[in-house]
């Protein structure tokens, strides 16, 4: 079991910058890949951006050079540094985590965090 707890969310102008913390505890040895969904009222969830054990990072197309993932594992924390601000960013962003144990991966959620940007 690994338990997610997330922080850093809240209101902010246009261009403005906000970062993200996801810190796991549990069996934080099984974990592979760590990164952060969105859900915009409305819309459906996408994957904001990735990173593997590896340090392979993916972003998807509309945060490239505006969003940064990183993770420390020593401390068991990804975060997503979130700059230049857009409206269309507005969401709630959610941690997300793929463990792997005995060759069965599973996943793991945070309970998501408002983010607002304001016109």
């Known amino acids: 079991q690994v338990q997610l707890v997330e922080s850093g969310g809240g209101l902010v102008q246009a261009g403005g910058s906000l970062r993200l913390s996801c810190a796991a505890s549990g069996r934080t040895d099984s974990i592979n890949s760590m990164g952060w969904y969105r859900q915009a009222l409305g819309k459906q969830r996408e994957l904001v951006a990735r990173v593997t054990r590896a340090g392979i990072k993916n972003y998807v197309d509309s945060v490239k050079g505006r969003f940064t993932i990183s993770r420390d594992d020593a401390k068991s924390t990804v975060y997503l540094q979130m700059n230049s601000l857009k409206p269309e960013d507005t969401a709630i962003y959610s941690c997300?985590?793929?463990?792997?144990?005995?060759?069965?991966?599973?996943?793991?959620w945070g309970q998501g965090t408002q983010v607002t940007v304001s016109a």
């Open positions: 997300n985590v793929v463990a792997a144990w005995m060759g069965t991966l599973y996943d793991y």
